[in-house]
């Protein structure tokens, strides 16, 4: 899964991707930068505790900080180039500048609005030419869907926001379109802000209440200096701006909320380790997530939540003697936060 951090010059993405990536990773402030990021999971942390395995691995989500987008018909190349580039993305975080400027209100419309233009554009181009195609049943769905699409984006509403089926979402996959990806606006404020920061986000949520959309409030510098601290440091310096945690945990918490994705977990001696899936998979398509041949020789997953593991501490012959173990077959929904074990033969 890959996620774009994107958004007007300056409004601080290179800062919020140095807050996301931590200590030591060095970032360029004139090319894009990549980094995985590991999603914070204290369960991880116990299972890890309970196993001692040789490895530990959480789950990861791709950050991609990209240049800003610049207005004016001057740039209009470096701004195409920049744009067609978050086309592969899966979701998007937009930075907006709330440190400089009191009116960020106006810069989410007009971003937003922006990129509804930029859809349209698409959107009736390829109108245009399946009128003069003959049509096939594939193309009949596309043409309806995107017909659909032109009125919601006619009336200034972003294509994420709309009911989709499926097949509607595979017919106009390809175009990548902007306003169809889950966006997380984040809200780049300056410290004396703190304490406003649920009244804004709520003001926010009721002003643009879009599907597929979040919003998080944070000072984005004053947490890229708290990435940058050993956790002992952390923990006064959160304290001292009566903070409770990282707000940063927050926009990881919120992105894989946007992406659909629940995480499920494998233990063992070689390694603990949580896999991203989409929500809703069944467990033979959730084994393909480890390996294709798990999936192919798939016969049986032995599940347990891991609040179910955890109430046994963590033993598997309790786990079994309780009936908390499962065993579960090929169509099973896997849920989110559960220990999964895979039985197959290739
Ligand atoms: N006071 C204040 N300054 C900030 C904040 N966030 C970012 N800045 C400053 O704003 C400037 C731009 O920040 P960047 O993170 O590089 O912004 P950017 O969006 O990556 O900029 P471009 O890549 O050039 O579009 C830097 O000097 C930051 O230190 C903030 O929350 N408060
Ligand atoms: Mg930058």
Do not use: C
């Amino acid at each position: 899964m890959k996620v774009a951090i994107t958004g007007l010059p300056q409004s601080g993405k290179t800062t919020l991707f140095k807050a996301l990536v931590g200590k030591d990773f060095p970032v360029s402030f004139e090319k894009e930068n990549i980094s995985d990021v590991k999603v914070f999971d204290q369960n991880i942390i116990e299972l890890s505790n309970v196993f001692k395995p040789k490895k530990t691995t959480f789950a990861t989500v791709t950050f991609v900080d990209l240049p800003g987008i610049p207005s004016g018909v001057e740039q209009a190349k470096r701004r195409n180039e920049i744009l067609s580039s978050i086309r592969q993305f899966d979701a998007l975080i937009t930075v907006i500048d709330a440190f400089t400027k009191d009116d960020f209100e106006t810069d989410i419309k007009i971003f937003e609005n922006d990129l509804i233009l930029l859809d349209l554009d698409v959107v009736e181009k390829r109108l245009e030419r399946l009128q003069k195609e003959k049509l096939t049943q594939d193309k009949v769905l596309e043409q309806k869907t995107l017909q659909k699409f032109k009125d919601a984006l006619d009336s200034e509403t972003p294509l994420r926001s709309l009911e989709l089926t499926d097949e509607e979402r595979l017919a106009t996959k390809s175009f990548g379109l902007f306003t169809l990806k889950p966006t997380l606006y984040l809200i780049n404020i300056s410290e004396e802000k703190i304490p406003q920061r649920s009244k804004i986000e709520e003001a926010l949520r009721k002003k643009f209440n879009y599907k597929n959309t979040e919003f998080a409030v944070i000072p984005v510098l004053l947490e890229k200096e708290i990435s940058q601290l050993t956790e002992d440091e952390k923990k006064e310096f959160l304290s001292s701006y009566n903070l409770e945690k990282e707000a940063i945990n927050e926009v990881l918490e919120l992105t894989m909320k946007l992406l659909n994705l629940d995480v499920f977990y494998t233990v063992g001696e070689d390694e603990v380790r949580a896999w991203l899936f989409e929500k809703g998979l069944n467990a033979k398509k959730v084994a393909g997530k480890i390996h294709s041949d798990i999936e192919r020789g798939f016969i049986a997953a032995e599940v347990i939540s891991y609040e179910d593991f955890k109430s046994v501490n963590f033993s598997f012959k309790d786990a079994k003697s309780k009936g908390l173990l499962r065993i579960e077959g090929a169509n099973y929904i896997v849920k989110d936060k559960e220990i999964v074990h895979f039985r197959f033969n290739v």
